[in-house]
């Protein structure tokens, strides 16, 4: 089986900061990881994936994230946070062998000013 | 482009109602999935279709939900009979096979029992 573990629920932070958001994941099979990004009364999208190669990944927005496989760990980064980036952020795993994608519980982002 | 379409967006029922919830994917997925947000246990995968097809719904709670995708372009999941422990988002979701797993939601249909 597989399990997310999202550490810190919310993360404030002022803006122009950097935020790093935490990701752990549990797997007896390899994974692929995903970051998605919820704004309020809106659906999930995709702001970036891990399927294999480098381990760090550039999403949208100015974000990126690193896979560390010997410490399962998947944590989103940016170096200067918006009011905009203001959101829910999900951390996501699918495993190999399935379609399905797992998410973590969120982590609320809170930019002010 | 149209995204995924959810109806209803929201719905407020009584406990014991039958309540179906709609989706349109995107035009040209192959892949439906249906999830539940909750504070209390974050999102949860329901189930998926591929070729609307059933895959896994394991992750369906109780008889009391099914889901069906007649064809390409429809799919429904029913709650029959209602109940308050039932309220919460529900996210219908599409994709590619070979995007490799990123989902396109819907806005979601926002589901009170009383």
């Known amino acids: 089986a597989q399990s997310v573990t999202q550490l810190d629920s919310q993360v404030p932070v002022f803006e122009e900061a950097p935020v790093e958001l935490r990701c752990n994941y549990s797997?007896?099979?390899?994974?692929?990881l995903f970051w998605y990004v919820q704004y309020p009364n809106q659906g999930l999208q995709l702001l970036l994936k891990?399927?294999?190669?480098?381990?760090l990944v550039k999403g949208i927005n100015g974000f990126e994230a690193e896979f560390n496989k010997s410490q399962t760990s998947f944590h989103l980064r940016k170096p200067s946070v918006h009011i905009s980036d203001t959101a829910e952020y999900f951390c996501?795993?699918?495993?190999?062998?399935?379609?399905?994608?797992?998410f973590g519980t969120g982590t609320r982002l809170q930019v002010f000013p | 482009d149209a995204g995924v379409i959810q109806s209803p967006r929201h719905e407020v029922t009584e406990m014991g109602q039958e309540v179906t919830l709609r989706c349109k994917p995107i035009?040209?997925?192959?892949?439906l999935f249906w999830y539940r947000q909750t504070m209390m246990r974050g999102l949860e995968l329901l189930i998926y279709?591929?070729?609307?097809?059933?895959?896994?719904d394991s992750g369906m709670p109780e008889d009391r939900f099914s889901a069906k995708m007649p064809n390409a372009s429809f799919s429904t999941l029913k709650i029959q009979p209602s109940e308050p422990r039932d309220s919460a988002v529900y996210f219908c979701?599409?994709?590619?096979?070979?995007?490799?797993?990123?989902?396109?939601f819907g806005e979601g249909s926002r589901l009170t029992v009383l």
């Open positions: 891990y399927l294999s190669g480098s381990t």
């Open positions: 279709f591929n070729n609307n097809v059933p895959i896994d």
């Open positions: 035009s040209g997925h192959d892949y």
């Open positions: 979701a599409s994709s590619l096979s070979r995007s490799l797993r990123e989902l396109f």
């Open positions: 797997s007896s099979v390899s994974v692929y």
């Open positions: 996501a795993v699918s495993p190999y062998n399935t379609d399905k994608l797992i």
